[in-house]
């Protein structure tokens, strides 16, 4: 087979949940095929993190905005190579493809009713977008893969597609994500005051994206400076200060902001690091597909505090700390819990470290392969 896979957003500098999923398989691709030919399409960026090999690949196709790279350049391109099959790895793909079509739906939760608007004009229209394109192409595509059970469920329900149609294959961890041992721990010194002037610190992965629950992360974190005798500094990535700050006057909790470390995007390639410091990784979000940082955290021996909503238990598993992501009550329980009790938090340690066993990209890719190998043959007869 010679297979044709969209991978746009790869070569940008900061890199995000979709962009890391399909560069982690074809790494993997690239290991464990040694019969099918894949040609990936990139747009231009400065991260070249993926290069051409003996099976991939890599082709950069120029174009001014993404709507158009991927309904107008991209089928152009497949079709010029004279792919068999064309895998959409990022939620969209082209309305009119020449090839046979398989779309990774990592969620939908831009079909779904919303609260509230994104305060990234990017998000906002990426949004219409998707609403606009995804109902459309689905009834042309061979086969769609999601990440989670609860997406699968969540996919054939709203948008009436028949199981069979519809793959949930689970995303993995790359293994740099792991407990630090010597010498380790000396880079860490070295490099952690670029983001947080000391050790133990609460980490938590923010956005723009209303679904991380950022407001409610920062009441909780209130209600714990309250009644913390140890008041852990909290290192906020991914959210520039005047949008903390705008969060903190409407929650009227300015007073916490000197507890509070925002470097802003962190490096896939320093987050082990940051992990492997922090006390406890907060992760309460509204809603997630599958939530890759769950398992790095866990992977580098972080206590996760997380949510029991969506697929969120599906990955962090039982054992792990769930809460309500609208209490920020049982958000604040759940850090003092950790910090007063040294036994439940090694405890929390050892489960993450046990659960992350389940997960992996070589078994990802292994299942995609399969999935490509069975559309195409129901194609060809």
């Not at 982690?24 to 993926?50: H, I, K, M, S």
């Not at 079509?101 to 609260?115: G, K, M």
Request: hydrophobic fraction near 40%; charge should be positive; include cysteine.
């Amino acid at each position: 087979m010679k297979i044709a896979i969209e991978a746009q957003r790869i070569f940008r500098r900061d890199k995000h949940g979709m962009d890391f999923v399909i560069l982690e398989v074809l790494r993997q691709l690239q290991r464990l095929d040694t019969v099918n030919q894949y040609v990936v399409f990139v747009a231009p960026g400065p991260d070249r993190c993926l290069a051409s090999t003996a099976n991939i690949q890599v082709v950069e196709l120029q174009c001014p905005t993404y709507p158009l790279w991927e309904q107008f350049a991209l089928p152009r391109a497949v079709a010029r190579i004279g792919a068999d099959l064309l895998h959409c790895t990022s939620n969209t793909a082209p309305l009119h493809c020449p090839v046979p079509l398989i779309v990774t739906l990592h969620d939908i939760i831009y079909l779904e009713p919303r609260q509230h608007r994104s305060s990234s004009l990017y998000q906002e229209m990426g949004w219409h977008y998707r609403r606009l394109v995804v109902p459309h192409i689905l009834t042309k595509c061979r086969h769609v893969i999601t990440v989670s059970r609860f997406e699968r469920q969540r996919i054939c329900q709203a948008l009436q597609l028949p199981s069979s149609l519809v793959t949930a294959v689970y995303n993995g961890y790359n293994p740099r994500f792991q407990m630090l041992h010597n010498p380790d721990i000396q880079v860490l010194q070295r490099l952690m005051p670029a983001y947080e002037p000391e050790k133990g610190f609460l980490f938590f992965l923010g956005n723009t994206d209303p679904k991380k629950n950022t407001a409610r992360v920062l009441q909780a974190y209130a209600l714990y400076l309250e009644q913390s005798s140890v008041r852990r500094p909290l290192l906020i990535a991914d959210l520039q200060e005047n949008t903390i700050d705008t969060l903190l006057r409407q929650e009227r909790i300015t007073a916490i902001k000197p507890y509070l470390h925002f470097p802003g995007y962190i490096s896939n390639t320093d987050l082990p690091m940051v992990y492997n410091a922090a006390f406890a990784f907060l992760y309460p979000s509204l809603r997630e597909s599958f939530g890759i940082p769950l398992l790095e955290a866990m992977a580098c021996g972080t206590p996760v505090i997380t949510s029991r909503t969506s697929a969120i238990p599906e990955v962090a598993g039982e054992g792990n700390l769930l809460i309500d992501p609208y209490q920020p009550r049982e958000i604040a329980d759940a850090l003092l819990r950790l910090e007063r009790n040294e036994a439940f938090r090694r405890q929390q340690v050892s489960y993450g470290l046990e659960r992350v066993k389940q997960f992996s990209w070589e078994e990802t890719a292994r299942q995609y392969l399969q999935i490509y190998k069975k559309t195409f043959l129901h194609c060809t007869n």
